[in-house]
């Protein structure tokens, strides 16, 4: 069974980093596009970064120049390093990824990790 697991969330005080990682684990054939996603509370779940297979970026404007979309294949594990933390980036961060199990292409969730950002 396929499974995305978070980790690194937390408490941080505004102007501070974190470091989430997600790594899926189970058997599968490849690892496609990964990503996170954040859902603050009352609010719809928004994109914050993807990476394709081969590298390329894409980050929402809220976060562009504060975070950084990574990802080792090798351990077949995202991260995002966020940096210069605000309030308003509190909320569940959710890790994504289209991965392919035998011939078909399957989009996966994380459980999610809390971020909270408060002085």
């Known amino acids: 069974q396929v499974q995305l697991v978070e980790s690194g969330g937390g408490l941080v005080q505004p102007g501070g980093s974190l470091r989430l990682s997600c790594a899926a684990s189970g058997t599968f054939f490849s690892l496609n596009d990964m990503g996170w996603y954040r859902q603050a509370p009352g609010k719809q779940r928004e994109l914050v970064a993807t990476?394709?297979?081969?590298?390329?970026?894409n980050y929402a404007d809220s976060v562009k120049g504060r975070f950084t979309i990574s990802r080792d294949n090798a351990k077949n594990t995202v991260y995002l390093q966020m940096n210069s933390l605000k309030p308003e980036d509190t909320a569940v961060y959710y890790c994504?990824?289209?991965?392919?199990?035998?011939?078909?292409?399957?989009?996966?969730w994380g459980q999610g990790t809390q971020v909270t950002v408060s002085s």
């Open positions: 994504n990824a289209e991965i392919i199990v035998g011939v078909m292409a399957h989009v996966y």
């Open positions: 990476i394709t297979s081969g590298g390329r970026t």
